[in-house]
């Protein structure tokens, strides 16, 4: 599966001071994710990042070309964008986006369905799991070492332990 290149990495929800800097509710795993880059994309369009740090847990960002309050109001629900190839992830790290499409087999190599999506929860992610996007016959897998064995990135299957009832 060909991976996107340019990933959906937060929303901007509002505007900061009168100098144009942007309010962002990050979509990444902690938002200091989002200080290591020097460039995003808005409607796919390149912006050069000219300060950003963590307040309250949303990201405040100046961009070049973003000067005064009346600048930065046009950006407001706008979508950013990274490029996969400015990210430097851990070792054994991965895009959620990328695993979406994956086998889901249990412990002892039962295929359990598809990953359909991953939903976001204060508590922590859930993998969803079924055939396809319309079985209503759907798993709900905490994404925790508990439960997600391993993530084959190369051969394109999760592993996971399940306990009774799931």
């Known amino acids: 599966m060909k991976k996107k ?4 990495s937060g929303k901007i929800v509002n505007t900061h001071g009168i100098k144009g800097e ?3 509710y990050p ?3 902690s938002p200091e994710f989002l200080l290591d880059f020097d460039r995003i994309y808005i409607d796919d369009v390149p912006h ?8 309250k847990g949303m990201v405040i960002m100046g961009l070049e070309g973003i000067s005064d309050i009346n600048d930065a109001q ?3 629900n706008k979508v950013i964008f990274i490029d996969r190839h400015d990210a430097r992830l851990e070792e054994g790290a991965f895009f959620l986006q990328d695993i979406i499409g994956f086998s ?5 190599g039962t295929r359990l369905g598809i990953l359909q999506e991953v939903l976001t929860r204060p508590a ?6 079924a055939e396809s996007a319309e079985d209503k016959n759907e798993r709900l897998i905490p994404a925790v070492p508990e439960f997600i064995k391993k993530v084959d990135l190369e051969r394109g299957k999760i592993i996971v332990s399940l306990i009774e009832g799931m």
């Open 27 to 29: 979509w990444c795993d």
């Open 22 to 24: 942007l309010k962002i």
């Open 104 to 108: 889901v087999f249990d412990e002892r």
């Open 124 to 129: 922590g992610n859930i993998y969803v799991v």
């Open 5 to 8: 290149r340019y990933l959906e």
């Open 48 to 55: 050069t990042v000219l300060s950003a740090r963590v307040h």
């Open 74 to 76: 046009r950006y407001i």
